[in-house]
């Protein structure tokens, strides 16, 4: 079993920075694929971004060039660096793992509690 707790979450105004935060439980952190996944009211859940067991990264259209995930295994931690935030990116943002190589919507295995992120204009 794994527990994932985020935090990092806040209001910040449009073009500001945040950096979300993601602790995992568990010794085989870094056989896990990890990822930001953000849920805005009425819309569905998007996979913003996500890394690999081995260190790759994807991004979302949305979050290309401005969030920036990573992670530190010997920390068991995950981040994501979002900058020049935008009203639109307003939503609760979860954090993601997944026991295989890779991690996509249908393939998570553990979900954290979720954090809010607002963005005023």
């Known amino acids: 079993q794994v527990q994932l707790v985020e935090s990092g979450g806040g209001l910040v105004q449009a073009g500001g920075s945040l950096r979300l935060s993601c602790a995992a439980s568990g010794r085989t952190f870094s056989s896990y694929s990890m990822g930001w996944v953000r849920q805005a009211p009425g819309k569905e859940r998007e996979f913003v971004a996500r890394?690999?067991?081995?260190?790759?990264?994807y991004y979302a259209d949305s979050g290309k060039g401005r969030f920036t995930i990573s992670r530190e295994n010997a920390k068991n931690t995950i981040y994501l660096q979002m900058n020049s935030l935008k009203p639109e990116d307003t939503a609760v943002y979860y954090c993601a793992a997944a026991d295989r190589s890779t991690i996509n919507i249908g393939a998570v295995d553990y979900w954290g509690q979720g954090t809010q992120v607002t963005v005023s204009s």
């Open positions: 890394i690999s067991r081995g260190g790759s990264t």
